[in-house]
């Protein structure tokens, strides 16, 4: 069964403490695989799609990577409006377009 | 307008009224689906539409009726819902035919039923 984790569950940073978060996942042929941003209230904020095993991709102080069984987003010295919860998903292969989400990471970093 | 517009932001409904949602795409995507987000829980995938022929119905209860009259355009239709469907409802759409597979979200409808 395709299936999505993402560890923390929560995370309290200082600003300018960097740390990562972790999305592992189990899935028949990826497709792609997604980071969101979402905050409350809002719907879920567009980041990054990575497609192969070695892939990274960087947006101002976030970077994503991605392995064979997981990725990891990477925040480098955070500001407190970086506070929000991130998600990510995975497209397997096949005909639909189906996301499987995970649970979401909430990041809160303080001043 | 820009994106993906949802409305209402807010709903409450009793649960022998009927109501509908709404979603617009301006982006010129042809695929549009609608998204369930309770609290602790993964996105739940309701209804995905491509080409506006529904592709994709994940057992949802038939209270829950969507329609896509066009590609920019998705209603979910409500009705005698129960007080454990309130939730934040997204709307979502994508470009299913140039090898990116990303969705857009809308701002979500924040449903309570009481």
């Known amino acids: 069964e395709d299936q999505v984790t993402q560890s923390p569950e929560a995370l309290r940073l200082q600003e300018g403490e960097s740390s990562s978060l972790n999305c592992s996942y189990t899935?028949?042929?990826?497709?792609?695989l997604f980071w969101y941003r979402q905050d409350p209230g809002k719907g879920p904020e567009f980041l990054f799609t990575l497609y192969s095993a070695g892939e990274e991709k960087e947006k101002e102080r976030l970077k994503a990577t991605l392995t064979k069984k997981e990725s990891f987003l990477h925040i480098t010295a955070p500001k407190p409006e970086d506070s929000a919860t991130y998600l990510c998903a995975v497209q397997a292969g096949g005909a639909t377009n189906k996301l499987i989400f995970g649970t979401g990471t909430l990041l809160a970093v303080q001043p | 307008e820009t994106g993906v517009t949802q409305t209402p932001r807010h709903l409450v409904m009793g649960m022998t009224n009927k109501k509908s949602l709404k979603c617009e795409q301006h982006l010129g995507h042809n695929a549009m689906y609608w998204y369930k987000q309770s609290a602790k829980k993964p996105l739940e995938l309701m209804f995905v539409y491509s080409l506006e022929e529904r592709v994709e119905n994940n057992s949802v209860p038939s209270r829950f009726s969507p329609e896509c009259p066009n590609s920019s355009h998705l209603f979910l239709h409500l009705h005698t819902l129960q007080p454990e469907d309130s939730a934040l409802y997204l709307c979502a759409s994508s470009q299913t035919d140039r090898g990116h597979y990303e969705q857009y979200f809308g701002p979500g409808t924040r449903l309570t039923v009481t």
């Open positions: 899935v028949s042929g990826l497709r792609g």
